[in-house]
């Protein structure tokens, strides 16, 4: 390591640099005018926010359809694709659902999901059906913290013991403004928790 | 996709199953009984929470010692390694800093940040220095969200727009216990925002 040690560190702008980040189609439902709808949005401002009980975090611009169908429902799910799907997680991320139904526009089809009202998109592999908990308006987006009250998941991609088998996921990266695979495994180590 | 909508889905119980995780390192520093010290913690439990300011969160057991550094001193940076350093990741997320030096542990160097107090960790390709900003008391974690006030890069991973290079970044990836190589890039599509 010492070769890195003496890097030349460039100093740039306060930015979201976090790579790579899970690219997961994010499902909704509510109703707008007193019309039930439901959508999609393709989100990557995603992460893990707590272990007991289980929770996740979205960050959605207020200005998206699924922001307000999320507020006022109080559900969402984050339905994980695998790498086949980039082409239909791009559409859905660059077409509003306002005016269009996106599920039938990237040819993605709705299951029923266990736990919340919002659909389950079928083609996912895996998908964790959340209850929003906690609301913190950051700025430029709003960040949801949902429990997650209930998870699907293709059986060809759970082991044995009811993990997730993340190599037969093969899930969908984001990072740079483009979409990755991932790669080799590096495996764990030795380090026993102390 | 045919194919796959037959796919029978199975329940899980609720978990966090959400791929792939950014594998990072966070340091912080503050006093402890009037002595400054500073820590190490690996997380793969942060994402991008905001776009403006730009802000990132944190999952972190009260529990840890850099869980005390950080909510008393309010900062964190997230040092984001690349792949050839998941030895030292792993060590850092299996061993406590609160008798030991981590640094000198995993052969890592302090450097300095550019505007908070915690050091950053120089082999790292890239720093985000952030300032909490919100605290989420979400259970057995806490969801320390911060503005990213400075972000630091090697000059080798940065492109001539002033862009983060993900490919030369090599970031480290986390998912089913084990650490992952980023793969093969799918790129960006055709799509244009509406």
């Given at each position: 390591m010492s070769e890195s040690r003496t890097k030349v560190k460039k100093v740039l702008p306060p930015a979201t640099a976090l790579y790579p980040l899970p690219a997961v189609l994010v499902s909704c439902a509510g109703e707008v005018e007193g019309v039930r709808r439901d959508n999609l949005i393709t989100l990557a401002w995603t992460g893990v926010a707590c272990a007991e009980p289980p929770m996740v975090a979205i960050a959605v611009r207020p200005s998206r359809f699924s922001h307000g169908l999320i507020a006022r429902s109080g559900e969402f799910v984050v339905n994980v694709p695998s790498s086949g799907m980039s082409r239909a997680v791009d559409l859905c991320g660059n077409v509003?659902?306002?005016?269009?139904?996106?599920?039938a526009l990237a040819g993605l089809t709705r299951a029923p999901a266990r736990v919340v009202s919002?659909?389950?998109?079928?083609?996912?592999?895996?998908?964790?059906?959340?209850?929003v908990r906690h609301t913190y308006r950051a700025g430029s987006h709003d960040l949801f913290?949902?429990?997650?009250?209930?998870?699907?998941?293709?059986?060809?991609?759970?082991?044995?013991?009811?993990?997730?088998?993340?190599?037969?996921?093969?899930?969908?990266?984001?990072?740079g403004g483009v979409y990755w695979r991932l790669g080799s495994r590096l495996g764990t180590y030795g380090y026993s928790r102390e």
């Open positions: 509003s659902g306002r005016r269009r139904d996106k599920f919002a659909p389950v998109v079928a083609e996912c592999p895996l998908a964790l059906e959340c209850r913290v949902g429990e997650v009250v209930a998870v699907q998941a293709d059986e060809d991609v759970v082991d044995p013991r009811d993990k997730i088998d993340v190599a037969r996921l093969d899930p969908l990266c984001y990072g």
